[in-house]
Nanobody
Framework: QVQVMESGGGLVQPGGSLNLSCVVS????????MAWYRQRPGKERVLVAS????GATHSVEQRFTVSRDIDKNAIHLHMTDLKPEDTAVYFC?????????WGQGTQVTVSA
């Protein structure tokens, strides 16, 4: 069973930064696609950043940077200039043909 685990969330002041990590129990190249999503209270889960198996990564937010960490079977999300509206639970997803694997999420709260 593939395991996906996010970490790095917490409370941060507006303008601050956080680094989120998503570690999977398999080599990341097993998955044709990995991504970060977030879900604000009462809202749908939405895409934040994507990491295809090959090719360039992509972040929806210019303030965020996503990267692969092959040695650690992980992807990371580096978030800067955080705003209160970035408050959400951040989820990691790993996709292989016919199946998606989700982590439990990590809470990010941006508040003074």
């Amino acid at each position: 069973q593939v395991q996906v685990m996010e970490s790095g969330g917490g409370l941060v002041q507006p303008g601050g930064s956080l680094n989120l990590s998503c570690v999977v129990s398999e080599i990341i190249f097993r998955f044709y696609y990995m991504a970060w999503y977030r879900q604000r209270p009462g809202k749908e889960r939405v895409l934040v950043a994507s990491v295809p198996r090959l090719g360039a990564t992509h972040s929806v937010e210019q303030r965020f940077t996503v990267s692969r960490d092959i040695d650690k079977n992980a992807i990371h999300l580096h978030m800067t200039d955080l705003k209160p509206e970035d408050t959400a639970v951040y989820f990691c997803k790993a996709e292989e043909i016919g199946r998606d694997y989700w982590g439990q999420g990590t809470q990010v709260t941006v508040s003074a």
